[in-house]
């Protein structure tokens, strides 16, 4: 039987970032259900990086990982992981107030400011101009290569004499002296600790453990590419939304994405778009856009996984020895992969909060399993 100080679930950008980081400090199995990592959530995000989205921990959080995402560790990769995007925002009548609270949120590393209608038309001629008075724009939005950031992490996690088994579904944990035994696609692996990272599959992983759910909620969202209007330079455009609501459009591949930032709850699954949030996020282009959907889009669903406070989930579980939660990163997994890789590193080996983090208010208490109920 294979031994190991660190038993990852999941390979997706949350268990691959995780065991990227504890393969410096002990050796790692980690461990995917489906045939090829990161199918569920990690493979089908359209990531944008952001200081200024989430609640006030996520953002502490992201802001921690900027520097790594320009800067990554030598040898890590050699593709760019981020390039320029930036996102404009627009207000309707009476959404005025809030893009003034939006504008607030700017700071000097990461500047919002107002715009001019016309200013705004001119970064997004496709946009209806009736259908906005006025808006706001953040440079530092960037778009990530999801898969260039993803393939990194296996990598890196091999390059450290860590193993990745793919098609390996885990059907039975069990404590076994001082760590775990852990059946996973017909082998026994013998850990001293798990990392659950299973995304939407979570408090499934958990109960195996025998540890109590953390009320985790698997959401659906759905996203769609058109074809542009002819003359449209697609790839300059920026992100494009609605303060306070969630459709939004950006350039992907030539052509341009949308979603109507869907959140519908769903059980864990290999999960599929709806033709009637097909339709609507049709119809949403079409009303608040120049863009005519003459034929029928590709489309395809992801899932973003919540606990009930919104905020990740990082941390051994209060009653179940050696069994580290990594959940509940909602739409911010890529965003958040760097920083929470690294806590995730330092706590499971019993280390306390990195320094830095610790200094931007970043604390163990606030990650903690349970705090939710």
Known sequence: MDAVDFLVIGAGISGASAAYELAAVGSVCLIEAEAQPGYHS??????????????????????????FFFTPPDGF?????????????LAKPGQEAALAALVAQSSPDHPIVPLSRDAALAKAPLMRPERFTAAAYEVGVLDMDVDALHQAYLRGVKRRGGALQCSAPVTALRRDGDGWIVMAGGVAVRARVVINAAGAWGDAVGALAGAAPQGLVPKRRTA??????????????????????????????GALMASLGDETPVAPQDVQPEELDIALTAEWLETHTQVSVKRAPRAWAGLRSFVSDGDPVAGFDPTVPGFFWLIGQGGYGIMMAPTLARITAALAAGQPMPADLAARGITVAALRPGRSG
């Open 77 to 89: 990769t050699d593709l760019p992981l981020v390039s320029p995007r930036g996102a404009l925002t």
């Open 224 to 253: 769609m590419t058109v074809d542009a209007p002819p003359g449209l330079a697609v790839e300059s455009l920026p992100l494009v939304e609605y303060v306070g609501e969630g459709p939004y459009l950006k350039p992907e591949a």
């Open 42 to 67: 990690t493979g089908r995000s359209a990531a944008l990086y952001t200081a200024n989205f989430g609640s006030p921990l996520v953002r502490k959080i992201n802001a921690a990982g900027y520097g």
